[in-house]
């Protein structure tokens, strides 16, 4: 599959997902659990791979890495937004200095 293929088809998942029962998947739990659970694993999965960054682990890193894209995407389709804006985000950055881009966030 490719890459892409693979975030939408997981994206489909996930939308799939916010009218399921909370018992009849981890997604649909944490749908229901709300926004602040989400964030929680959010967080813990952005801790878990800097330590495993930290720890040199290629493996574990990405595995850690793996888990934090997957939090994030449930955040994002939690919030109604799709891989679609972020990939629209990096399009508009591509190329640009990082320190021009930055720069331009103060001024919005």
């Given at each position: 599959m490719a890459r892409t293929d693979t975030l939408d088809a997981?994206?489909?998942?996930?939308e799939q997902r916010k009218g399921a029962s909370a018992?009849?998947?981890?997604?649909?739990?944490?749908?229901h659990k709300g926004l602040n659970k989400i964030l929680e694993?959010?967080?813990?999965e952005a801790t878990?791979?800097?330590l495993a960054a930290k720890d040199g682990d290629k493996d574990a890193l990405v595995a850690e890495v793996s888990d934090l894209w997957f939090h994030t995407m449930?955040?994002?389709?939690y919030e109604g937004l799709s891989v679609e804006h972020i990939m629209?985000?990096?399009?508009?950055r591509f190329g640009l200095s990082g320190?021009?881009?930055k720069a331009s966030r103060t001024k919005r």
């Open positions: 997981l994206e489909l998942v996930l018992d009849s998947s981890y997604v649909a739990s944490l749908y694993k959010v967080g813990e878990e791979t800097i449930v955040m994002l389709c629209t985000e990096l399009d508009r320190l021009d881009e």
